[in-house]
């Protein structure tokens, strides 16, 4: 590392550790108390405080969490939400893309691997679509920071993102929520808990989120022609527990979701100029898109999805075991017209030039996920705790792309993985603990394209013949591996150090074969990562200061190059990626009434390959065309660009957000409440090459709920709104035809009802 970067990131490390403490949040329903809550996570396996893993970890839970989703929003909500968390999707409320320390996967196809992992009560859910599953009956959210390889295995080089659920109780307890607010949205929510026998509980859990269609569609002249869904999921938990020393708990969960895929807008931006022009009305499109020659689609998306998993546990005095075995499966599809306007056949177009018509529908047939773990740990009260496990994955899919060019091709994926890995925590003394563990994981993947039978039909493929292309099989042994300490100064402050190692498994991208192209395949990355941070709790528990700085680098760094002249979605590796930054978490209790939280991060990324180029914008050297944006990087030929310097895509430099509630007390059994939440999203750049048009900055959101809560009634009503003050942000951008953009949501307003059942 240069003495430049040292310096850079010793000034990091050094504002993170002086930066004065904003706040963070109460989580509890109940009335505030003068301490702060005691967190726990379960990051490494088994259940520890927050304040002693030696991991940078934020969790979301309670009012937070709650306020965030209570406009009907998907799991995209989370984005900026946690410093150094990010998402994104060019898929609606499927397939959503996470970033971590600005690493992540741009990827829009269902195939696409990601760099972070999201765990669903104990399981992974790697395939893009199941990790869209909705969020409701949530206990806790925990964002871990950073790679992950060792207990959760590749594809955790940034971290992930763990959701665990409320479980059954024998006491018989629930709730009831139901919101209705803009555009017609109603989402209601509920659960019922409790004991069917002395050794048998259950929880069944539902959600149902609504909105009408309130984006007209112009070139119809229809009115209400897009923009809404209808969402139902359930979740029945089973817990038997027939010993002290054994439990079984049975998860059956689906989904099922009818709605609008992405909204594209076209040429909504000036050549030159970042800001949204005259061309965007968030209310109204242009969509002239006709794949199949029955009418307008209006970019339709359905999907439905169902799983199941059983989790066992048996403590055998000094050694608990514990198998966890899940089946995950999925079907659906999503249209979009991607140019955002319309091509008449007379030349016409609008809004603005758009040279020809995009339309296109991808189909998810078949997913079926199944993972294994097994896992022993030590019970005791030892200085030396540890854990070994095994783990197995096999996935298999297919993927079905239809335009209006070449037709409709499917490719077929597969994918196995087994793994066995081992942690060690040993406490030196009463202030030292150090931890170790390693996992060995062996990743293969294969991929057909062409003729198959499935279930007795062939299926025929139109953008290629079979011959076109041989089947392609990858796979690739590593170890992963990492060391971490963590230091009690006092009672109250701890310091940690970590070093981790990790892998992104190879990927292959066959998307390109929908448009005469071959698949293209990503050797495997490494990422070697650095961190070192404090945790506090300060002024009598009143306060919550936790910080960490990092640095990384990625070897051999899998990029996706999406869209340019030819409109292909090749995978490239970069020589390396580097980055660096700190994140800061913040709660604070400023009074019995008044609360506060916050978190900043700052993440500097850089691509670092000086040979590495990529075709821009509608850049085609075939037709001389150089692009119809403006960009910034080297272009050594006059159309590839130089990428080599440049940010990860996607990646914001900065994050900030940041609560803030305040109650009045209303008589011995309620109070008044006023909530609020923003979230700041500093400046990213949208692709792998830098163009004025495609970088955004200074995004935020807003939130608010004001209520009333009664403690002996349980019940909550409350008033709420979602990006208040209706900011039109830009996540997303599409390159190849037109200056096409990709909004935020619209502010939203509501009402909301919960009752409690203790």
């Not at 392609?472 to 990492?482: F, H, K, L, R, T």
């Not at 991208?509 to 990503?522: L, T």
């Not at 990626?577 to 994140?583: L, P, R």
């Amino acid at each position: 590392m240069s003495s430049y970067k040292i310096a850079t990131l010793a000034l990091a490390i050094s504002a993170a550790f002086s930066t004065s403490a904003l706040a963070q949040e109460a989580t509890t329903t109940e009335k505030k108390e003068s301490a702060l809550e005691k967190i726990t996570v379960t990051a490494q396996k088994r259940t520890q405080s927050i304040q002693e893993v030696p991991i940078s970890v934020a969790t979301l839970s309670g009012e937070k969490f709650e306020s965030i989703f209570s406009g009907g929003e998907d799991i995209l909500a989370l984005a900026v939400r946690v410093p150094g968390l990010y998402a994104e999707s060019s898929n609606g409320r499927v397939a959503p893309r996470f970033y971590i320390r600005g690493l992540g996967n741009t990827d829009f196809d269902l195939a696409a691997s990601q760099p972070v992992s999201i765990i669903m009560d104990e399981v992974v859910m790697e395939n893009v679509v199941l990790k869209s599953f909705p969020l409701f009956d949530v206990q806790q959210v925990e964002v871990l920071r950073g790679p992950q390889g060792t207990l959760f295995g590749r594809n955790t080089t940034a971290g992930i993102i763990k959701f665990d659920t409320v479980k059954p109780t024998q006491d018989l307890e629930g709730y009831a929520k139901a919101g209705f607010g803009s555009f017609g949205t109603m989402n209601f929510e509920g659960a019922i808990s409790g004991g069917l026998t002395d050794d048998l509980s259950a929880r069944l859990s539902v959600l149902s989120q609504d909105r009408d269609d309130y984006i007209d569609n112009a070139f119809t002249g229809e009115d209400d022609a897009i923009g809404g869904y209808d969402e139902k999921a359930y979740r029945l938990q089973l817990l038997w527990e027939p010993s002290a020393d054994f439990s079984a708990l049975l998860n059956v969960h689906g989904r099922d979701l009818e709605g609008t895929a992405s909204i594209f807008r076209a040429n909504v931006f000036d050549k030159g100029s970042n800001d949204l022009n005259a061309n965007y009305d968030r209310e109204t499109v242009f969509y002239d898109g006709d794949l199949e020659g029955d009418g307008i689609d209006n970019n339709p998306q359905a999907y439905e999805g169902f799983g199941t998993s059983l989790k066992l546990e048996y403590d055998m005095d000094e050694v608990t075991f514990t198998s966890i075995s899940a089946l995950e499966t999925a079907d659906g599809s999503s249209l979009g017209d991607v140019d955002g306007g319309f091509n008449n056949a007379d030349g016409t177009s609008g809004p603005g030039f758009i040279p020809f018509s995009a339309v296109t529908k991808d189909e998810l047939n078949d997913l079926e996920q199944y993972t294994q773990e097994f896992r022993i740990s030590s019970n005791t009260t030892d200085a030396m705790n540890w854990q070994l496990g095994a783990f197995y994955y096999d996935a298999s899919f297919n993927v079905t792309s239809i335009d209006g060019f070449f037709g409709a091709t499917t490719v077929f994926h597969e994918n196995q993985t087994w793994a066995l890995f081992g942690q060690s925590s040993y406490q030196v003394n009463e202030k030292l603990n150090v931890t170790a563990g390693v996992r060995y994981t062996h990743d293969s993947k294969s991929l057909v394209v062409g003729e198959q039978n499935v279930n007795g039909f062939a299926v025929v493929i139109g953008a290629a013949s079979v011959q076109d292309y041989d089947d392609i099989n990858v796979s690739d042994g590593q170890a992963s591996y990492e060391l971490s300490a963590n230091y009690r100064i006092t009672d109250d402050m701890s310091v940690f150090a970590r070093y981790a190692n990790g892998f992104r498994a190879q990927t292959i991208q066959a998307r390109d074969v929908a448009f005469e192209n071959p698949p293209s395949v990503a050797d495997s990355e490494t990422i070697n990562s650095f961190e070192i941070g404090f945790k506090s709790d300060l002024l009598d528990d009143s306060l919550r200061l936790n910080a960490a700085a990092f640095y990384y680098t990625v070897d051999d760094m899998q990029f996706s190059a999406i869209g340019g002249g030819n409109n292909l979605t090749a995978l490239v590796n970069a020589d390396k990626g580097e980055a660096y930054g700190f994140e800061l978490d913040a709660q604070w209790l400023a009074t019995d009434e008044l609360s506060f939280t916050a978190g900043y991060s700052y993440n500097h990324t850089e691509i670092q390959d000086d040979s590495l180029t990529i075709s821009p914008c509608g850049t085609n050297a075939g037709s001389g065309f150089t692009g119809n944006c403006t960009v910034t990087d080297p272009r050594p030929d006059g159309f590839v660009a130089s990428i080599d310097g440049n940010p990860f895509p996607q990646a914001p430099e900065s994050i900030f957000n940041f609560t803030a509630r305040y109650t009045i007390p209303m008589g011995d059994d309620g109070e008044f409440f006023v909530f609020t939440d923003w979230a700041f999203q500093g400046e990213t750049n949208i692709f792998l090459y830098e163009a004025v048009e495609f970088t955004t900055d200074n995004n935020f959101e807003g939130g608010l709920r004001v209520g009333y809560e009664n403690f002996a009634h349980n019940y909550t009503v409350a008033l709420f709104g979602r990006n208040i003050t209706d900011e039109d942000n830009v996540k997303g951008a599409i390159d190849f035809n037109n200056l096409t953009g990709i909004v935020n949501q619209p502010r939203i307003w509501g009402v909301e009802f919960k009752y409690t059942y203790y």
